[in-house]
DNA sequence: TTGAAAGCGCTAACAT
DNA sequence: ATGTTAGCGCTTTCAA
């Protein structure tokens, strides 16, 4: 094994291997300004050889150019932000951007710490989850004077672009489709998180639609932490032991709606007939169920992919601030559209 | 709305509205230093009133400090590496330093492009999944001079660091336990991918001890893309269509044994008696499952938490390279230990 | 306890 | 096509 270098290589040290100014490595090893094929070879090699990494920070510096974009999570714990990362990653890979990202266990004053570390490396651009935001994080997005993409949720007004769907308008939507398949006795579960901004508008947009026709959630509960899978399971368990006569179920996730779903199918229990189940999300994970689980896609990816777009096209020049809301579609699957009744 | 800032502000600009030089103003947004309570009071409200973030750019270059650890890992498409992040993660909250992350699709040669970006930013540290990497890689970690550890996986040399568990033994022991249960008749399912070596070395650990009981695997199959539960679904009824003899199927991973595992229960069969079924990752998800699956916990948020701190070790002045090797347990389940037979 | 000077490694801008 | 100069915004080092 060699000896482990010292001190980092710096460009002088490839310009004297080769015998070439530093501006002129410079220059190769961006591929900026015109080079003659001899010194650009003559550089490489040299740098090659050496095992040269340039070093970003100080380019960075000199250049007033950070080839960085922020990313602002919530949570690592399910796949839906893994998922975004990924549309983020696909659509950067294609350029010099790189995500950096930073995760808030969705609590606020962590985020606000998040961004300002993230922010003091002067990042060309910002992507955060939701549109909730202290004061004086929305103030460091503001004053950063970079582009800002808000994702995941339309639902309010954003510092500045925003991509994502409206959950108070899935939430609706889901309301209808369950009234329009003739149930009425609906049950709701889901996690307890009262920072989880999303969950909480589907939630509104439910009982609103629900409201209008007259109807009021039946039962509601809450979990937090442990499987979401076994959760889901003891749930639906205890609530319908409690309340027999309901008809439909709504789960703030595909987790324990999936949860719910075996326990009743183990029950023998008529699903769609007896009692519709819906989930939200659009997991994947789904197709392998007994019965497809009613959902709605969260557009997760292309939610990702836009948000980077943006960033790109902001950096481009483009100057109008994007507003957009995709339209996620139910997928009635298994457990929502009910079986005509002769 | 206020107008965004034109120029982003600097030491000086906070220098100014105080009164304080910058030097100054540095150590007090350091904690650096004596400085009085009442010049510190100063900065401090004059900072907070300019919405001033510091510019860690110029603060690398000048200190010679990059707070940041290299996280390289081959995909977010799984729980896996989430969960080995958020390890990392709780780890360096505590400390100034912040992870940066780089995804390689198990791809060699990008897995040496993502090193090379990421090393430009000259990390204090880089914590990099597996031991299987190219040359350049291998060369790059080595000359960087910063703590360097491998993750994952402890079949092989380290450059450096290394802690994770070994796959090769996680087979044999899994193969050791199908044997003490009588079962004979083994059919194996995973996924095909050529770059997963720690897939590999469980397979290879499998076989290596069924062969010397002089077995052999009498079926296997692979997939690619799509539902790991319908995947597992779909492969476990064609297999035990074409081998309607055998009696355990081991997979590599939990989502295709849980596909797997609910077909059989759909159909019937009793399990763990006609046939046992074993998975490997230990993903909470199963607990929701009408059986649990037998599995293998590959210690992911260990081995975060660990190479976390590792890293932190190191550059506290330890020296001497770690090489841990965490011991994951079987977990029986419900589809393992085989009922005894009067 | 505070300030002044020098320089981190690179690149923009201007020579040649 | 190549080189020179100045300086990015901060911190280290030294002086007061």
Redesign the interface.
């Known amino acids: ?2 000896d ?3 001190r ?1 290589l710096t460009l002088r040290d490839v310009s004297a291997a080769s015998g070439v100014s530093e501006m002129t490595v410079s220059r190769v090893l961006r591929n900026r300004g015109d080079v003659s094929e001899a010194t650009r070879a003559k550089v490489l090699e040299a740098a090659k050889t050496l ?1 040269y ?6 380019g ?2 000199a250049s007033q150019q ?1 080839n960085l974009v922020a990313v602002i999570i919530p949570s ?2 399910n ?1 839906v932000f ?2 975004v ?2 549309g983020i ?1 696909q659509v950067l890979e294609d350029t010099p951007l ?6 808030t266990d969705y609590m606020r004053d962590k985020e606000e710490r998040v961004l ?7 990042p060309s651009g910002v992507i955060i989850a939701g549109l909730e935001h202290s004061d004086a994080t929305r ?2 997005l ?4 970079i582009p800002v993409v808000e994702i995941m949720d339309t639902d309010g007004n954003p510092v500045d672009n925003m991509v994502g769907i409206s959950h108070r308008a899935a939430g609706q939507q889901m309301a209808r489709a369950i009234l329009k398949q003739g149930y009425s006795r609906i049950g709701f579960m889901g996690t307890s998180m009262p920072r989880d901004h999303r969950a909480r508008k589907r939630f509104e947009g439910l009982t609103e639609v629900l409201a209008k026709a007259g109807i009021e959630i039946e039962a509601r509960d809450f979990y937090s932490g ?8 003891e749930m639906t368990k205890a609530m319908l032991d409690a309340n027999p006569d309901l008809d439909f179920l709504y789960y703030s996730n595909d ?1 324990i709606g ?2 719910g779903l ?1 326990y009743l199918f ?1 029950q023998g229990v008529d699903i769609p007939g007896q009692i519709g189940l819906a989930g939200f999300n659009g997991v ?7 019965r497809r689980l009613a959902t709605m896609d969260a557009c997760r990816l292309d939610i990702g992919r836009a948000a980077a777009n943006i960033i790109l096209e902001r950096l481009g020049g483009s100057t109008e601030p994007q507003h957009i809301t995709l339209s996620p579609k139910i997928s009635y699957g298994d457990t929502l559209r009910r079986q005509r009744r002769p």
Chains 1, 2 share one sequence.
């Open positions: 094994m060699t482990r270098a010292p980092p095992g990494v340039p070093n970003q920070i100080a960075s510096l950070v690592l714990g796949m893994p998922e990362l990924t990653n790189q995500p950096v990202f930073g995760v300002y570390e993230i922010l003091s490396w002067r103030a460091m503001k004053n950063a004077a442990g499987s979401a899978l076994a959760k889901g399971r987790m999936a949860g075996l183990e994947e994970l789904l197709d392998g169920l007994p």
